[in-house]
């Protein structure tokens, strides 16, 4: 039995098994040693195995193994439900937290403890940036002699993955200019914040399967005057979130995303389906997009399913083959003061989503906006320019309301189909009912 298989196989049972001697009294003075040294190993022994069983929870809770080189689109959703996995996070943030703390209160030797957390770690059952991240985390948080401040800035060729880890929740991991190359995902597992020296400056690019980030956490992540990039042909997302996360982006670039033979994968950002504890109008903006380009991805700019909440500010998106920014099941946020282009179709509302679309404009392509499905957005004061098909295309159940939009070099302005009802304002557009 490897030492790792011991550590697991130590559990209470084993501790208790291990103080017995000395319960059982001697005189000697060796053997009182002797006593609390097996003491000793046996509270490490149970600290290990704590860790390694949270984190294993952890990873399951979360369901992201993506490993160097898949095809996975984004954090598979696990069976447990989004309030099971926000309590699987909050115990691995709190471990790692306790984890120095209950070491050195322990008397644990700091080379041998970290030693056994990193071959425990590496029996867990998942694999490539998760496990990586988990484990530079946890070798930061253990041993905080050895965890050097971080470079200010960051220069390219530099283990950005190291630094992250070694950053405290909030702390900002500052980027020099020029290209790093990710050889595998970034992934996040507290709020930081990336800034870079400028969108046209700074470049993290992969060609990893699972894309150059993967936000993991509930904490804020903030991206900042950074650009996010996927090379090579490999199918897949340049930036996936899970469903409790909460992410800004701010005069960032986010481009690349390529799709398999299927279709899938070709996400610039996607905010994974679940639910993040937050319904309502009171749930929280979950994602933040100011300032910023999102172009070149093949399948969508921007997905945001499950209960996200999405604000787009003075937000460029160009040439995505299916959709700019796709609003679907109960998601909703503000559009305002964006332009799309060249985009399959500008903006898209399906399932119950219920997103307001406010002072943009869309040009070319093949519709404007769209609503699917029982969506129900609400888009005010809007310009759709050239559009191919329609400005604007409401089919299934959809309602919500349009006032206030022109439509400029289209054939078709407003096009509802036979059960749609949207409530219509003044719309400087011609309005036609369409067949479903």
């Known amino acids: 039995m490897s030492r790792g298989q011991r550590w697991r196989a130590a559990g209470l049972p084993a501790a208790i098994l291990l103080l017995l001697p000395a319960c059982q009294g001697t005189s000697s003075e060796g053997d009182r040693i002797a006593a609390a040294e097996a003491r000793r190993a046996a509270d490490c022994a149970a ?20 490993a160097s080189g898949a095809s996975q689109t984004a954090p598979s959703p696990s069976t447990e439900s989004a309030v099971d996995q926000q309590v699987e996070q909050e115990q691995f943030g709190r471990a790692l937290q306790d984890v120095r703390g209950y070491s050195s ?3 644990c030797e700091p080379e041998q403890f970290q030693s056994e957390l990193s071959e425990g770690l590496t029996g867990l059952s998942a694999g490539g940036p998760v496990a990586r991240a988990v484990l530079l985390q946890l070798q930061a948080d253990s041993d905080p002699p050895a965890r050097p401040a971080t470079p200010s800035p960051l220069q390219p060729g530099a283990d950005v993955a190291a630094a992250v880890a070694a950053a405290p929740g909030g702390a900002t991991v500052q980027l020099a200019a020029g290209t790093f190359e990710l050889t595998d995902t970034l992934a996040l597992l507290r709020g930081v914040t990336l800034r870079g020296a400028g969108r046209d400056a700074t470049v993290l690019q992969t060609g990893a399967g699972g894309g150059a980030l993967l936000v993991l956490t509930g904490e804020l992540v903030a991206v900042q005057s950074l650009t996010l990039r996927r090379t090579g042909e490999a199918p897949g997302p340049v930036l996936s979130a899970a469903p409790v996360a909460a992410l800004e982006l701010t005069n960032a670039r986010i481009a690349g995303a390529r799709a398999d033979g299927d279709g899938l994968g070709g996400v610039g950002v996607l905010m994974s389906a679940g639910s993040g504890g937050q319904t309502g109008p009171a749930r929280r903006v979950s994602l933040r997009v100011t300032d910023t380009e999102i172009l070149d991805n093949a399948v969508a700019g921007v997905v945001i399913a499950g209960e996200h909440r999405a604000e787009f500010l003075r937000t460029v998106v160009e040439r995505s083959g299916q ?3 796709c609003y679907l099941d109960t998601s909703d946020g503000v559009v305002r003061d964006s332009s799309f282009t060249d985009n399959a179709a500008g903006i898209v509302a399906g399932g119950n989503a219920r997103p307001k679309i406010e002072a943009s404009t869309v040009t070319g392509g093949e519709v404007g906006i769209q609503a699917i499905d029982r969506a129900a957005p609400d888009v005010t004061g809007t310009t759709v ?3 191919a098909r329609a400005a604007f295309v409401w089919t299934g159940a959809a309602t919500g309301r349009l006032g206030g939009n022109r439509c400029v070099d289209v054939e078709f302005g407003i096009v509802a189909g036979p059960s749609s009802a949207p409530l219509l304002g003044e719309n400087d557009c011609r309005v036609a009912r369409g067949e479903q």
């Open 47 to 66: 600290a290990v195995g704590s860790l390694l069983a949270v984190t294993q929870r952890y990873l399951d809770g979360v369901g992201a193994t993506t």
């Open 385 to 387: 320019v050239r559009a």
């Open 323 to 325: 959709c700019g920014v």
């Open 105 to 107: 209160r322990r008397g």
